[in-house]
Protein backbone atom coordinates (compact mmCIF):
# COMPACT_ATOMS: atom_id res chain seq x y z
CA UNK A 1 0.00 0.00 0.00
CA UNK A 2 1.91 3.00 -1.11
CA UNK A 3 0.55 5.99 1.26
CA UNK A 4 2.93 8.71 -1.72
CA UNK A 5 2.78 8.70 -4.92
CA UNK A 6 4.92 10.43 -7.33
CA UNK A 7 3.55 9.23 -10.20
CA UNK A 8 5.87 10.77 -13.07
CA UNK A 9 9.05 8.96 -13.20
CA UNK A 10 10.49 11.27 -14.86
CA UNK A 11 10.19 15.29 -16.11
CA UNK A 12 12.32 16.70 -18.85
CA UNK A 13 12.28 21.28 -18.45
CA UNK A 14 14.55 23.49 -20.55
CA UNK A 15 16.55 25.35 -18.68
CA UNK A 16 14.93 29.02 -17.50
CA UNK A 17 11.38 27.16 -17.51
CA UNK A 18 9.37 26.26 -15.04
CA UNK A 19 9.73 22.96 -13.27
CA UNK A 20 6.67 21.19 -11.79
CA UNK A 21 6.97 18.45 -9.73
CA UNK A 22 3.15 16.13 -7.97
CA UNK A 23 3.11 14.46 -4.93
CA UNK A 24 -0.38 12.23 -3.78
CA UNK A 25 -0.87 11.29 -0.48
CA UNK A 26 -3.49 8.32 0.86
CA UNK A 27 -2.69 9.00 4.73
CA UNK A 28 -4.72 12.42 6.47
CA UNK A 29 -2.37 11.49 9.49
CA UNK A 30 0.14 13.20 7.72
CA UNK A 31 1.00 16.53 9.64
CA UNK A 32 4.44 17.32 7.43
CA UNK A 33 5.77 17.35 3.74
CA UNK A 34 9.23 17.18 2.65
CA UNK A 35 11.15 17.32 -0.42
CA UNK A 36 14.23 16.12 -1.31
CA UNK A 37 16.59 15.73 -3.91
CA UNK A 38 19.23 13.05 -4.65
CA UNK A 39 22.11 12.58 -6.50
CA UNK A 40 23.56 8.94 -7.24
CA UNK A 41 25.57 7.57 -4.38
CA UNK A 42 24.97 10.30 -1.86
CA UNK A 43 22.20 10.89 0.48
CA UNK A 44 18.93 12.53 0.53
CA UNK A 45 19.20 16.66 0.55
CA UNK A 46 16.52 18.40 1.94
CA UNK A 47 15.11 21.03 0.02
CA UNK A 48 12.34 22.58 1.11
CA UNK A 49 9.19 21.41 3.58
CA UNK A 50 5.48 22.53 4.46
CA UNK A 51 2.95 21.53 7.47
CA UNK A 52 0.04 20.90 6.90
CA UNK A 53 -1.67 23.79 8.40
CA UNK A 54 0.11 25.83 5.84
CA UNK A 55 -0.95 25.83 1.97
CA UNK A 56 2.02 27.19 0.49
CA UNK A 57 5.95 27.86 1.22
CA UNK A 58 8.53 29.40 -0.51
CA UNK A 59 12.36 29.61 -0.30
CA UNK A 60 13.86 31.25 -3.01
CA UNK A 61 13.45 29.09 -6.54
CA UNK A 62 11.51 27.00 -4.72
CA UNK A 63 7.58 27.04 -3.84
CA UNK A 64 5.96 23.85 -2.30
CA UNK A 65 2.42 24.02 -2.33
CA UNK A 66 -0.31 21.90 -0.90
CA UNK A 67 -3.59 21.08 -1.26
CA UNK A 68 -5.19 19.33 1.68
CA UNK A 69 -8.94 18.23 0.36
CA UNK A 70 -7.20 16.83 -2.90
CA UNK A 71 -4.42 15.18 -1.11
CA UNK A 72 -1.98 16.77 -3.16
CA UNK A 73 1.13 18.48 -3.45
CA UNK A 74 3.81 19.96 -5.62
CA UNK A 75 6.98 21.34 -6.08
CA UNK A 76 7.98 24.20 -8.21
CA UNK A 77 11.40 24.89 -9.49
CA UNK A 78 11.88 28.30 -10.95
CA UNK A 79 13.56 29.22 -13.14
CA UNK A 80 15.02 25.75 -13.35
CA UNK A 81 19.04 25.13 -13.79
CA UNK A 82 20.94 22.37 -15.41
CA UNK A 83 21.94 21.49 -11.77
CA UNK A 84 18.41 21.35 -10.79
CA UNK A 85 18.77 17.85 -12.64
CA UNK A 86 18.36 15.05 -10.06
CA UNK A 87 15.89 12.34 -8.33
CA UNK A 88 13.52 14.28 -6.54
CA UNK A 89 11.14 12.71 -3.18
CA UNK A 90 8.73 13.76 -2.13
CA UNK A 91 8.18 13.02 1.70
CA UNK A 92 5.57 12.81 4.12
CA UNK A 93 5.42 11.97 8.31
CA UNK A 94 2.86 12.34 10.55
CA UNK A 95 3.54 14.28 13.71
CA UNK A 96 4.30 13.98 17.23
CA UNK A 97 6.10 11.36 18.58
CA UNK A 98 6.03 9.43 15.28
CA UNK A 99 7.66 12.74 13.83
CA UNK A 100 10.51 11.70 11.28
CA UNK A 101 8.60 8.41 10.27
CA UNK A 102 8.67 9.71 6.52
CA UNK A 103 6.90 7.68 3.93
CA UNK A 104 8.38 8.17 0.93
CA UNK A 105 7.31 8.55 -2.75
CA UNK A 106 9.46 6.35 -5.54
CA UNK A 107 10.75 10.09 -6.67
CA UNK A 108 10.77 11.43 -9.99
CA UNK A 109 14.02 11.97 -12.52
CA UNK A 110 14.63 16.02 -13.44
CA UNK A 111 16.68 16.81 -16.23
CA UNK A 112 17.10 20.61 -17.15
CA UNK A 113 18.51 20.48 -20.11
CA UNK A 114 20.36 24.27 -21.38
CA UNK B 1 32.16 19.28 7.68
CA UNK B 2 30.32 16.66 7.12
CA UNK B 3 27.25 16.66 8.90
CA UNK B 4 25.77 13.30 9.21
CA UNK B 5 28.51 10.74 8.41
CA UNK B 6 28.51 7.10 8.36
CA UNK B 7 31.29 4.30 7.98
CA UNK B 8 31.88 2.41 5.91
CA UNK B 9 30.46 3.39 2.44
CA UNK B 10 30.72 -0.02 1.46
CA UNK B 11 30.63 -3.44 3.00
CA UNK B 12 31.13 -6.51 1.16
CA UNK B 13 30.62 -9.62 3.69
CA UNK B 14 28.98 -13.35 3.54
CA UNK B 15 25.96 -14.40 4.86
CA UNK B 16 26.12 -15.34 8.27
CA UNK B 17 28.72 -12.57 9.42
CA UNK B 18 27.91 -9.82 11.73
CA UNK B 19 28.86 -6.26 10.85
CA UNK B 20 28.25 -3.03 12.46
CA UNK B 21 27.40 0.70 10.10
CA UNK B 22 28.94 3.53 12.42
CA UNK B 23 26.76 7.09 12.41
CA UNK B 24 27.70 10.38 13.82
CA UNK B 25 26.48 13.38 13.44
CA UNK B 26 27.99 16.99 14.70
CA UNK B 27 24.56 19.44 13.93
CA UNK B 28 23.55 19.09 17.72
CA UNK B 29 20.08 17.29 17.08
CA UNK B 30 18.96 15.11 19.44
CA UNK B 31 16.86 12.35 17.40
CA UNK B 32 18.31 10.28 14.83
CA UNK B 33 17.34 7.63 12.08
CA UNK B 34 18.21 4.76 10.08
CA UNK B 35 16.37 4.48 6.85
CA UNK B 36 17.15 1.25 4.27
CA UNK B 37 16.52 2.02 0.40
CA UNK B 38 15.30 -1.45 -1.00
CA UNK B 39 15.70 -3.28 -3.92
CA UNK B 40 12.98 -0.84 -5.73
CA UNK B 41 14.59 2.18 -4.34
CA UNK B 42 11.93 3.26 -1.74
CA UNK B 43 13.63 4.93 1.81
CA UNK B 44 11.73 3.02 4.84
CA UNK B 45 12.01 3.69 8.44
CA UNK B 46 13.59 1.11 10.27
CA UNK B 47 14.81 2.80 13.71
CA UNK B 48 14.66 6.26 15.51
CA UNK B 49 16.63 7.41 18.47
CA UNK B 50 15.43 10.11 20.44
CA UNK B 51 18.72 11.11 22.79
CA UNK B 52 19.69 7.90 23.30
CA UNK B 53 15.82 6.35 23.86
CA UNK B 54 14.07 4.17 21.21
CA UNK B 55 11.44 5.73 19.59
CA UNK B 56 10.48 4.32 16.56
CA UNK B 57 10.74 0.73 15.54
CA UNK B 58 9.38 -0.89 13.02
CA UNK B 59 9.09 -4.39 12.00
CA UNK B 60 12.43 -4.98 11.15
CA UNK B 61 14.17 -8.59 12.24
CA UNK B 62 15.81 -8.44 15.59
CA UNK B 63 18.92 -9.22 13.60
CA UNK B 64 19.00 -5.61 13.83
CA UNK B 65 20.13 -3.87 17.17
CA UNK B 66 20.57 -0.25 17.18
CA UNK B 67 23.15 1.46 19.34
CA UNK B 68 23.46 5.01 20.63
CA UNK B 69 26.35 5.62 22.61
CA UNK B 70 25.42 9.51 22.84
CA UNK B 71 23.25 11.57 21.08
CA UNK B 72 25.15 12.24 18.73
CA UNK B 73 26.23 8.53 17.59
CA UNK B 74 23.38 5.63 15.96
CA UNK B 75 25.22 2.81 15.14
CA UNK B 76 23.44 -0.32 13.40
CA UNK B 77 24.58 -3.78 14.16
CA UNK B 78 23.74 -6.70 11.77
CA UNK B 79 23.66 -9.97 13.61
CA UNK B 80 23.41 -13.39 11.01
CA UNK B 81 23.43 -11.44 7.91
CA UNK B 82 21.56 -12.68 5.43
CA UNK B 83 21.33 -12.17 1.65
CA UNK B 84 18.01 -9.83 1.32
CA UNK B 85 20.14 -7.42 3.72
CA UNK B 86 21.58 -5.90 0.87
CA UNK B 87 20.39 -2.41 0.39
CA UNK B 88 21.61 0.81 0.96
CA UNK B 89 21.23 1.87 4.59
CA UNK B 90 20.94 5.47 5.46
CA UNK B 91 21.80 7.35 8.80
CA UNK B 92 19.44 10.55 9.58
CA UNK B 93 19.26 13.10 12.33
CA UNK B 94 16.63 16.08 13.41
CA UNK B 95 16.29 18.59 15.93
CA UNK B 96 12.75 18.00 16.72
CA UNK B 97 9.21 17.99 15.63
CA UNK B 98 8.68 20.20 12.10
CA UNK B 99 12.30 20.28 10.95
CA UNK B 100 13.79 18.60 8.10
CA UNK B 101 16.09 15.46 8.49
CA UNK B 102 19.71 15.38 7.58
CA UNK B 103 20.77 12.17 5.94
CA UNK B 104 24.29 10.99 5.26
CA UNK B 105 25.39 9.48 2.20
CA UNK B 106 24.43 5.81 2.99
CA UNK B 107 26.17 2.64 3.43
CA UNK B 108 25.69 0.01 0.69
CA UNK B 109 25.67 -3.31 1.92
CA UNK B 110 26.04 -6.29 0.06
CA UNK B 111 25.97 -9.84 1.34
CA UNK B 112 27.00 -12.65 -0.42
Known amino acids: DQQVKQNSPSLSVQEGRISILNCDYT??????FLWYKKYPAEGPTFLIS?????DKNEDGRFTVFLNKSAKHLSLHIVPSQPGDSAVYFC?????????????FGQGTILTVHP | DTAVSQTPKYLVTQMGNDKSIKCEQN?????MYWYKQDSKKFLKIMFS???????INETVPNRFSPKSPDKAHLNLHINSLELGDSAVYFC???????????FGNGTRLTVT
Open chain 2, 92 to 102: ASSRGVGSPLH
Open chain 1, 27 to 32: NSMFDY
Open chain 1, 50 to 54: ISSIK
Open chain 1, 91 to 103: AASPGGTSYGKLT
Open chain 2, 27 to 31: LGHDT
Open chain 2, 49 to 55: YNNKELI
